[in-house]
C-alpha cells in the first residue's frame, strides 16, 4: 500500500517515503519541492541511544540532500525579517569588528515548506527512540557564524521545557562542516535521565565536575539524536567559516502537543529582535 500524507498548511502531499507527489509549490516559495528521505535506526542505533542518552547517525542525510539544506537554509536567511514570519535573532561578533551576525533562526515550520518537511520526515525515527508517536515541540537554526559565539554546558530541559512535558528528544542535523576549531557539539555521556541543574542557568563548574564534554565533529547531512538530559556544549567559532546546525526537537504525543504554547510563551519573553520593545532588556539565559 502506498501511504500518503498530507502536511498542514504546506499544500504538499508526500508518499511513505517522503517524496513529493505533487510538486507545485504554493507561489510564496521559490525553492524546489523537497526530495528528502526519511531516516531509520537500526536496533543497534536505538540500543547506543538507550545507553548513552544520545546516537550519531553518519550520513543521515545524504550530500544531495545535505546541499538542499545548506541552499535552504541560506535562502531563509537572506529573506527579510518582517514581524509575524520566521524568527531571527542577532548577534555581535566576538572578533571586535562590532559586526552583526545571525545567530539564530526559530520557528521555520509555518514558513518555509523545505523545513516543514524535515520535520516531518525525522519524526518517525524519534518515535522509534520514544517507542511511541513524536510530535514537534520546535525547531531551529544556530547558525554560528565566524565569531559566533559558543553555548556553556547546559541541559536542554534547563530552558524551562519541563513546564510542558518532561522528556524531549532533539534531532541534530548538521549543515555546514562542524570541527573542534568552528565549535562542533560536544556531548556528556552518562548524566541519566534526570535534571542535574537549575532551570535558566547553565551547569555550573561544580554540576560539571565528573562530566567529560566529547566534541563530536559532523558532516554535512550527518544527524545526532540527544534527550534534553544529555549536558551539552559548543565552543565559539574563531574561524572565517560558518557553522551551521538544524536542530527539531520532539516529545511524545501522549504528552500533547505544546509546540504553539511554546512558541506562545517564548514571543512573549524573548521576541526575534525585529519584534522588541525599545528600551526593553532581553537576556538569554539557556
Ligand atoms: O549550536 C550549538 O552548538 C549548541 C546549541 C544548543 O545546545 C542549544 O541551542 O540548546
Ligand atoms: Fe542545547
Redesign the pocket.
Known amino acids: 500500500m502506498n501511504l500518503i500524507w498530507i502536511f498542514p498548511n504546506c499544500g504538499i502531499h508526500y508518499d511513505k517515503r517522503g517524496t513529493a507527489t505533487n510538486a507545485i509549490p504554493p507561489p510564496q516559495y521559490s525553492l524546489d519541492t523537497t526530495v528528502l528521505r526519511i531516516p531509520t535506526l537500526s536496533d543497534a542505533e536505538v540500543k547506543s541511544f538507550n545507553d548513552d542518552g544520545f546516537v550519531v547517525l553518519r550520513g543521515g542525510f545524504d550530500e544531495t540532500e545535505a546541499a538542499l539544506l545548506q541552499r535552504w537554509t541560506t535562502e531563509l536567511s537572506a529573506r527579510p525579517e518582517e514581524p509575524g514570519k520566521h524568527w531571527v535573532y542577532h548577534e555581535t561578533s566576538l572578533r571586535g569588528d562590532g559586526s552583526d551576525l545571525i545567530n539564530r533562526i526559530e520557528n521555520m515550520t509555518p514558513f518555509h515548506e523545505g523545513f516543514a518537511a524535515l520535520a516531518e520526515n525525522l519524526r518517525p525515527s524519534v518515535g522509534q527512540l520514544l517507542g511511541e508517536e513524536a510530535v514537534l515541540f520546535k525547531d531551529?537554526i544556530?547558525f554560528?557564524m565566524p565569531g559566533g559565539d559558543?553555548?556553556k554546558p547546559?541541559q536542554?530541559s534547563q530552558?524551562g521545557w519541563d513546564a510542558y512535558a518532561d522528556f524531549y528528544i532533539t534531532v541534530m542535523v548538521c549543515i555546514d562542516n562542524a570541527t573542534i576549531e568552528n565549535?562542533c557539539?560536544e556531548l556528556a555521556r552518562g548524566g541519566g535521565k534526570t535534571l542535574v541543574g537549575k532551570s535558566w542557568e547553565p551547569l555550573t563548574e561544580k554540576e560539571t565536575a565528573d562530566m567529560e564534554f566529547v566534541p563530536c565533529p559532523t558532516a554535512p547531512g550527518d544527524i545526532i539524536y540527544f534527550d534534553c538530559y544529555v549536558p551539552?556544549s559548543?565552543e565559539p567559532n574563531l574561524t572565517d567559516k560558518t557553522r551551521r546546525?538544524y536542530?527539531g526537537t520532539y516529545n511524545r504525543l501522549s504528552d500533547g502537543d505544546h509546540l504553539a504554547q511554546y512558541f506562545a510563551d517564548k514571543h512573549a519573553n524573548y521576541p526575534p529582535d525585529i519584534e522588541r520593545q525599545a528600551g526593553k532588556e532581553y537576556v538569554y539565559r539557556v
Open positions: 531551529k544556530n554560528k559558543g553555548f547546559h536542554d530552558a565549535g557539539l551539552h559548543s546546525m536542530f
